[in-house]
């Protein structure tokens, strides 16, 4: 599967795998966030595995990072039955995202790991029915 802009989204039964790369811009954020809560299987997920694992860097500016936040908060009114957990090991990465998300939503839980199936079995672990896909 190729990698535009950035991400790639793999629609999974009850799960939406977002895979980022590169060097990665609010920008792209923002359009992936779009196009997940235009599509008509957005209503039926229960969890989105955000994977950075690929992403070189990450530039956000405060302005996006708002728009994103917003963005975000109304998906949670429109599905609020999804849990979003992250994968990543890079600890300036890890920091940055965890900076942004508290920047307007300070009561956010973050959950990050190592892998994709680390975060899998975090979301079996949680409760949330996913399949494996992708």
Not at 13 to 30: A, D, H, K
Not at 109 to 134: K, N, P, Q, Y
Request: hydrophobic residues 50%.
């Amino acid at each position: 599967m190729e990698i535009a802009l950035g991400y790639v989204l793999c629609w999974e039964p009850r799960c939406l795998w977002r895979r980022y790369s590169g060097r990665l811009t609010g920008q792209e954020i923002v359009s992936s966030l779009r196009e997940i809560c235009a599509d008509p299987r957005f209503d039926d997920i229960r969890a989105i595995i955000s994977d950075f694992g690929a992403v070189e860097g990450l530039v956000v500016s405060e302005d996006e990072a708002a728009l994103i936040a917003a963005l975000q908060i109304g998906a949670g009114f429109t599905n609020p039955h999804i849990r979003i957990v992250q994968v990543a090991t890079n600890a300036t990465l890890v920091a940055e995202l965890t900076r942004l998300v508290h920047l307007f939503e300070p009561s956010i839980r973050l959950s990050f790991h190592a892998t994709v199936a680390d975060a899998r079995a975090w979301l079996r672990a949680e409760g949330v029915a996913i399949a494996s896909g992708c």
